[in-house]
C-alpha cells in the first residue's frame, strides 16, 4: 500500500525548508519525501495536494467522548468520525465517563472501541484520583502501561493541595504529564459565566478570573517543589497566562494550551442566553482574550486543544443557570484557527502546526508523531487555507449538535486527513 501526497505545500517545523517535498507513505509509515518533479513511484496511489497545506497529523490533546458511560451525547466512534472530518488525527479523551477512566481496564476499552472505528487515534488520559473524588490515587502506572498518555481529574480539579503533591509525585515517577483544570470551586462554584460588568448586566452568577488563577499558581507552585511536568488545560485569564510564562522563564516544567473558543469568542456572546455560550471555563473579557492572543504569539501557549464536549439538545435546551457546561468543537477548531490567529496574522502556519501537532505530541511523547520527517508515522492533516466553507450543527458527525458556531462562515480549513496512512475523511469539493 503506498501513496504520494503530490504537490503539496509541505509545514513539517522539524524541517522547515523543505516546503516543496511530496510525501511518500508506505504501510502506515512515511517513507521517503520526494523532489515534486521525480516520477511516481510504482504502484503509489497520488493525491493531489495542489493548493493544499500537508501537516503532521493534528493531535486534540483534550476532548470529551462520553463512553463508556453517556453514549447518547457521543460514543467514541462518533467522536472519532468528528474528530478526523476536523482534520484531527489523534483525540485524548479526559476520564470523566462512567465509570471513570481510573484503571487499566477503562483505558483498554476506549482504545480498543477506537480501533474498532478505525477513524482517528485515541490516546486517554486517566484519573489523578479514583472516581475522580480527590481522595485516593488512581493506579497511574496500570493506566500508563494501557496506553494512557496523562492523568487528569479534569472538572473536577483535585481541591486538596496535599493529594495534588503526592499526586505530582507519583505522576512524575511514571513521566506522565499531569493536565490541570484550574478552577477553586470556593470562588467558582454556582457560577455559570465569567464574573464582570456582562454577568452583571445579564443577572447571571459569575466566575471570577481569580478562581483559575489561584489554582494554577497553587499548581506551578507544586510543580516546582516536584519536578513533576503539569499541564494547564484550556488556560484562559490573564494571570494565569502570565503565571506561565513566569513559570516557564524560571525552567519549572509547565505547558499549556487554550480552546478555540476562548481565542474567538468573549463573555459579550453570552447576551442572548444561548447555552451554547456556556462552559468551563467561561468566556472571558476583552483584556483575557487579548492576553490569549499575546500568550499565543510569544509561545507562552503550547497548543490548541478543542475540549469538544457534547451534550444532548434536550440537555441544553434549559434556561441559562440549569444547563450543563460545554460545547462541540472538533469540526470547527481549525476554521477558527485561520479566521481568528492564521488570517489575522496573530500566528503563521509553522506556528499552527506546532500548536496543534508538534507540542502536543511532545507533551505526551507520542514517538513518531507531530512530525512526517521519513520514519515517522503516516498520520497527516490536509488543509485547503482559503476554502470557503459554513459550519452547520445539522452536518456534524459528532452525536451532539451544541456548537455556538452553527452557520458561522470559515477561509481555510481540513480537507481530508491520513491516519496511520489510511485516507479516512476526505471532503467533497
Ligand atoms: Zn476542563
Known sequence: MRLLIANGHLIDPAAPENTGMSVLIEDGRVAAWLNQNDPTPEGAEVFDASGLLVAPGFIDMHVHLREPGHEHKETIASGCAAAVAGGWTSVCPMPNTDPINDNAAITRYMIEQAERAGMANVFPIGAITKSSVGSELAEMGEMKAAGAVAVSDDGRPVPNAGIMRRAMQYAKDFDLPVIDHCEDKSLSSGGVMHEGRVSLLLGLKGMPALAEEIDAVRDIILAKETGAHIHIAHVSTKGAIEAVRRAKNEGINVTCEVTPHHFTLTDRAVEGYDTNTKMAPPLRSDEHLEAILEGLKDGTIDAIATDHAPHHQDEKALEYDRAP?????????????????????????????????????????????????????????????????????????????????????????????????????????
Open 325 to 429: 457546561f460545554g460545547i462541540t468543537g472538533l469540526e470547527t477548531a481549525i476554521g477558527l484557527a485561520f479566521n481568528e490567529l492564521v488570517h489575522k496574522g496573530v500566528i503563521d502556519l509553522v506556528r499552527l502546526v506546532e500548536l496543534c501537532s508538534v507540542n502536543p505530541a511532545k507533551i505526551f511523547r507520542l514517538e513518531g508523531r507531530g512530525t512526517l520527517k521519513p520514519g515517522s508515522i503516516a498520520d497527516v492533516t490536509i488543509i485547503d487555507p482559503e476554502m470557503a466553507w459554513t459550519y452547520r450543527n445539522s452536518e456534524s458527525r459528532s452525536k451532539s449538535k451544541n456548537s455556538p458556531f452553527d452557520g458561522h462562515a470559515f477561509n481555510g480549513g481540513p480537507v481530508a486527513t491520513i491516519v496511520g496512512g489510511k485516507l479516512v475523511y476526505k471532503r467533497e469539493r
